[in-house]
Nanobody
Framework: QLQASGGGLVQAGGSLRLSCAAS????????VGWFRQAPGKERVFVAT????????NYAGSVKGRFTISRDNAKNTVYLQMNSLKPEDTAVYYC?????????????????WGQGTLVTVSS
């Protein structure tokens, strides 16, 4: 199971840190991704991190503002979001891919959390 948390309401320019907590000892073997879905739009890639944490990738729209990290001892992946913009408003989902390698493709992820809402006011 995946549990995403940390969403909320923040003003433009502010910061939030999302967490994705997982159960199970195999979490550390899998890549994890963050995706987001704005109202009326498709779910899109935000960031991904490899099983070891040694590789990561970001969508162009968040590069330089968001940072993905993981603590395998705590079975948790984080998404630090800085310099937030109104266009970052969306439901954010974390997902696990049953391989150690990163991917930006929605359909390459096997398990999904329930999502956490991020609202950025202007």
């Amino acid at each position: 199971q995946l549990q995403a948390s940390g969403g909320g309401l923040v003003q433009a320019g502010g910061s939030l840190r999302l967490s994705c907590a997982a159960s199970g000892r195999t979490f550390r073997n899998y890549a994890v991704g963050w995706f987001r879905q704005a109202p009326g739009k498709e779910r899109v890639f935000v960031a991904t991190i490899s099983a070891s944490g040694g590789s990561s990738n970001y969508a162009g729209s968040v590069k330089g503002r968001f940072t993905i990290s993981r603590d395998n001892a705590k079975n948790t992946v984080y998404l630090q979001m800085n310099s937030l913009k109104p266009e970052d408003t969306a439901v954010y989902y974390c997902a696990v891919r049953r391989t150690s390698w990163i991917s930006s493709l929605v359909n390459e992820y096997d398990y999904w959390g329930q999502g956490t809402l991020v609202t950025v006011s202007s």
